[in-house]
Every structure is written in C-alpha cells, then in structure tokens.
C-alpha cells in the first residue's frame, strides 16, 4: 500500500506565500518524477509543476518565476514554494508520483487527496 499526503493549504493574502508538502509513504521501492497538480471546481486538473528523480524541473507557464519545486528522496517528499500568490491561483492542489512498489515491476501513477489553497484578501 502507498499513499500520498499533502499538507500546507490555507488561506493567503494576494501577494503571500505558502509551502505545499507532500509525503509518500508505504511499500515503496522507488519514486520516479513528482509532481504538483491544481484543479478549480468544475474544471480540469492541470500540471503546476514537476521533479524528476534526477532532479529536473518543468513549471507551467503560471508557476514559472513564482512557484519552487523541490524534493528529498531519502525522506520521499516533495515540496512546493509559491509565492507572489494571485487570486487565479486558489484551487485544489494535489501531490502525483510515479512510484514502483517494492516486488513491483513496473511504476504506476498515485495521487494525493489534495488540499486546498484560497488567494483572498
């Protein structure tokens, strides 16, 4: 069993800043590329950002500038740093990785269960 744990939500001001978290836990053998998915009501989820094993980040347009990911692969965690937060950034985020379970053969795709982030004055 392996699960995904996102921490870090709230309520922010419009210009502020949070730190999303997101901890793996379970039977895991090894974790392939991390990743920061939003997703507003109603709407498609969409990527905010990724890490792969190696290290290598890709942000979306949005995020690019603003936003930080980052990881600790002996702890299996990843982190997001947002800042310079907008209203239009309000919306569920949740954690995503590619995780190969101990025993396992190949790696399959899990999901936190999100936490919400809301840019209001």
């Known amino acids: 069993q392996v699960q995904l744990v996102e921490s870090g939500g709230g309520l922010v001001q419009p210009g502020g800043s949070l730190r999303l978290s997101c901890a793996a836990s379970?039977?895991?053998?090894?974790?392939?590329?991390m990743d920061w998915y939003r997703q507003d009501p109603g709407k498609q989820r969409d990527l905010v950002a990724r890490?792969?094993?190696?290290?290598?980040?890709t942000y979306a347009d949005s995020a690019k500038g603003r936003f930080t990911i980052s990881r600790d692969n002996a702890k299996n965690t990843v982190s997001l740093q947002m800042n310079s937060l907008k209203p239009e950034d309000t919306a569920v985020y949740y954690c995503?990785?590619?995780?190969?379970?101990?025993?396992?053969?190949?790696?399959?795709?899990?999901w936190g269960k999100g936490t919400l982030v809301t840019v209001s004055s």
């Open positions: 379970g039977s895991i053998s090894r974790i392939d590329a």
């Open positions: 995503h990785a590619g995780i190969r379970q101990v025993g396992g053969l190949y790696f399959r795709g899990y």
């Open positions: 890490i792969t094993g190696s290290g290598t980040t």
